[in-house]
């Protein structure tokens, strides 16, 4: 093959050399703009993971850029006075001058031909006059490429919200350095790090409205440069700060980072004299950014060079047509591309914690450095103990320590309740993973901080539980959880989401549910939550294991028959084409469903639930309200955000005056509605202000299912960082939920102080006994303390531990 990469950086030249040293008769010619030895950046990172892919790929190139790497081990945070080191993170760095050089030698080795000092202004013309059958286009995060063919790329180019400045110093840092440093304008971060025996990489780091506030958008280069020396002296010992970037003027220097993703990958020209197509490949930057705080932008692009020389080593040169070529290039897109995305969620999660570190700063720099170093969400709090487990023990020490001035109004994990600290001198000094702390919330003391999400089981009749309810939630009780909800309850027949559905507006549904409480008090250790709520433009529809959210159908042999009833929204606007349109809601409606929903709260404290939950998400009644894409009012419950509210927050005052006051409350939320015009993460953090103002002790953190039209953006834990935006700009316990699967996310999210109780649901359909087995997992590490911590509590949990040790069972 002829091969043309436009773009001599390190996914270019990397994929030239793969291909060459695949096979030596391939005519590959990399043309890049710049001299052989002019570069931009100063150093770039990269895991031991990429450098374990590069030896694979390529031994000679992989040991010359190993012997001029700079490993370390260590990450050290310093924060308002403070510093938490941590190590077995295992990066290096190396001068981007010398990744390029030692690829450029590499390239030539081979017989790869480097064309410096040449702009591509038009790849085709370039394309014809080498006969190229394959084009990449790497060239770089401003493609022209891929400007130019936008049709088929279909890029989406986000522009962050930070600015940064890339900078280097003569000062050597020992481990990869985190400093944040405070002014009376705001907070700026400095991300550092060797990456040869005397040189450091030096990123300044703020939002955009600090660093306008400073004058930095108007300030010389040179002006710019001393103020962040001035600000970070303190970490350089008396050395500079200084820029290669001279080129540019002024705040040109400080860049808003791109975040780049494209469809497709693959544009095919045809050639001009006839014959197959030529594609043009997008590769590294010119594909996809990874935001530089998760130092991925060139592990992405080398990893890019070698999937796709991997398709080709795989195709064994049965390539030699255009059917060939393209089931070659569409493997590489189809599988890069994942990979690439979850890299990218990883970077975007990165990316909003730095853009938001004033949401942190009321924690302890012990938090702090914890919510840091897991941030993207990839990192684990179990993948903390593999790197550096004594930090992470004397981490957790420290969680479950109970600080009194500790709790999400100041950035902190929640009060413990005082029993924390006793619970771990009993035990001998081994920690209590962060998911087994206790919490107290208002006069109730929850064991650990796991919740059985309400999940409906469609099983009631007439709105009465059944003995498969108690069945169903006496054994997730008894399984471990600290607090089991009972599934969305309607407070009236017309508020089912089905006939399957519970309700509790009468004395027979009251003492079915009561005797459900009791079996839970008397059996377990666990509490037991009601969630209210009332279906709205999603009731009257079929059970869950027949057609979801499609309206009920006839009776058999009556096509005339209607089964279903009237339903209630805040405006006429049916959920689907096929669903009913509902009734838009009366003033009279609503006085009389509030009183159906106080009726329903009295009659829960009646039954002796420990916890209550209004029901706000999901698109259901009080959901329709709340969203703009249902709520078409234009009275006083109509138009802005507020107002949108009100009714919500007068059925939830309502709730409460009638809840006994020593127990608490919570409010699920949509946080986002997945859906152009819906509300945002801006708009939930303003819903959970207006809640906590009317007496919310917690927000249960959901997202869509307001509109057939969301698009969820899905990945494992993908609603906690809601969850953490409302804990930590609002100062509102959060229940985090969807996603949550292992004990390692869960502990990940209390540790961080993300959320302050994690919500499982289908893994607890699956084993009602999830929070027992995984504690059983994580006591395979610490033997001795879970028999101390639950006994007493829970009778079947020492069953478990009992047969455990009988079988010489070894959970890992």
Request: charged share 20%.
């Amino acid at each position: 093959m002829n091969i043309l990469c436009i773009g001599g950086g390190p996914s270019g030249l990397y994929f030239a050399l793969l291909m060459k040293q695949q096979d030596p008769q391939h005519r590959i010619t990399v043309v890049e703009r710049n001299r052989p030895f002019d570069t931009f950046g100063w150093g770039v990172v990269l895991s031991d993971q990429t450098l374990g892919n590069l030896r694979a790929a390529d031994a000679v190139s992989a040991r010359l850029i190993g012997d001029a790497f700079n490993h370390w081990d260590d990450i050290e945070v310093f924060f308002k006075g403070r510093s938490v080191r941590s190590g077995g993170h295992g990066f290096c760095g190396i001068g981007r001058k010398r990744l390029l050089n030692i690829l450029q030698e590499r390239c030539l080795a081979l017989g790869v031909e480097l064309v410096f000092e040449t702009d591509v202004t038009d790849d085709q013309a370039l394309a014809q006059q080498y006969q190229a059958d394959l084009v990449i286009a790497s060239d770089g995060l401003n493609s022209r490429i891929r400007t130019r063919y936008a049709d088929t790329y279909q890029p989406d180019i986000d522009t962050r919200q930070c600015r940064f400045v890339w900078l280097g110093t003569k000062k050597t840092f020992d481990a990869f350095t985190f400093a944040f440093e405070q002014t009376e304008h705001g907070w700026f971060q400095a991300h550092a790090y060797k990456f040869d025996d005397s040189t450091s990489t030096f990123i300044v780091e703020t939002p955009e409205a600090v660093w306008k506030a400073h004058g930095l958008d108007t300030m010389p280069q040179e002006e710019a440069i001393a103020f962040c020396q001035r600000l970070f002296a303190k970490y350089l010992d008396g050395h500079a700060l200084v820029s290669n970037a001279t080129h540019l003027r002024g705040s040109a220097i400080w860049i808003r980072f791109p975040r780049v993703v494209c469809e497709h990958w693959v544009h095919w020209v045809q050639k001009q004299e006839g014959g197959a197509p030529v594609p043009v490949v997008l590769m590294g930057d010119a594909a996809h950014t990874a935001h530089f705080s998760i130092g991925s932008g060139t592990k992405l692009a080398l990893e890019d060079a070698i999937d796709l020389a991997h398709e080709f080593s795989a195709h064994a040169g049965a390539f030699s047509t255009h059917q060939d070529l393209a089931a070659v290039l569409q493997g590489y897109e189809a599988r890069r591309s994942v990979e690439v995305l979850k890299i990218q969620n990883a970077a975007r999660n990165s990316t909003e914690w730095f853009e938001n570190v004033n949401r942190y700063t009321g924690m302890e720099v012990e938090q702090f450095a914890y919510s840091l170093l897991t941030r993207s969400q990839r990192i684990s709090h179990e993948n903390l103990r593999l790197r550096d487990a004594k930090w992470l023990e004397g981490y957790e020490a420290w969680l479950a320590g109970g600080h009194p001035d500790a709790g999400p109004s100041q950035g902190g994990v929640a009060p413990s309740g005082g029993s924390a600290a006793g619970n771990f001198a009993e035990r001998g000094g081994h920690p209590v993973p962060p998911m087994l702390l206790p919490l107290q919330v208002r006069e109730l003391e929850l064991k650990n901080r796991i919740v059985c999400s309400p999940m409906a089981m469609y099983s009631a009749v007439d709105g009465v539980p059944q003995d498969f309810h108690l069945v169903h939630l006496g054994a997730r009780a008894l399984g471990g959880a600290g607090l089991v909800f009972v599934e969305m309850t309607s407070p009236t027949p017309e508020g089912r989401i089905t006939p399957g559905c519970t309700g509790l507006w009468n004395d027979t549904q009251e003492a079915a549910f009561k005797r459900i409480v009791d079996f839970v008090h008397g059996q377990s250790s666990a509490k037991i939550g009601m969630q209210l709520g009332h279906s709205g433009p999603k009731g009257s529809t079929q059970l869950g294991w027949e057609t979801t959210d499609e309206p009920l159908p006839a009776p058999a042999g009556r096509p005339d028959a209607a089964p279903n009833w009237p339903l209630l929204g805040a405006s006429a606007v049916p959920y689907g084409a096929q669903n009913q349109t509902p009734h838009a809601m009366t003033r009279a409606d609503m006085d009389l469903l509030t009183r159906q929903f106080v009726d329903s709260t009295r009659r829960a404290a009646a039954a002796g639930f420990d916890w209550l939950e209004l029901h706000c998400a999901h698109g259901y009644l009080l959901s329709s309200f709340i969203t703009p894409l249902t709520n078409r009012r234009s009275d006083e419950y109509g138009g802005g955000l507020e107002n949108r509210c009100r009714y919500p927050l007068e059925v939830f005052r309502a709730m409460r005056a009638a809840w006994p006051a020593h127990l608490p409350m919570s409010v699920r939320i949509s946080a986002h509605d997945w859906a152009p015009g819906g509300i945002t993460g801006d708009d939930a953090v303003q819903i959970a202000r207006l809640f906590k103002a009317a007496g919310c002790d917690f927000i249960d953190v959901s997202s869509g299912q307001t509109t057939r039209q969301a698009k969820p953006v899905y990945g494992r834990m993908y609603q906690t960082p809601f969850a953490d935006r409302i804990r930590n700009e609002v100062g509102i316990q959060t229940i985090a939920v969807g996603a949550i699967t292992e004990a390692d996310h869960a502990n990940s999210i209390i540790a961080a102080g993300r959320a302050d109780l994690c919500a499982i649901a289908r893994p607890h359909l699956a084993d009602p006994a999830w929070t027992l087995h995984e504690a059983a997992k994580l006591q395979s590490r610490a033997v001795d303390w879970p028999k101390q911590y639950l006994s007493g509590r829970d009778q079947l949990y020492r069953e478990v531990l009992k047969q455990k040790q009988a079988a010489a069972l070894e959970i890992h």
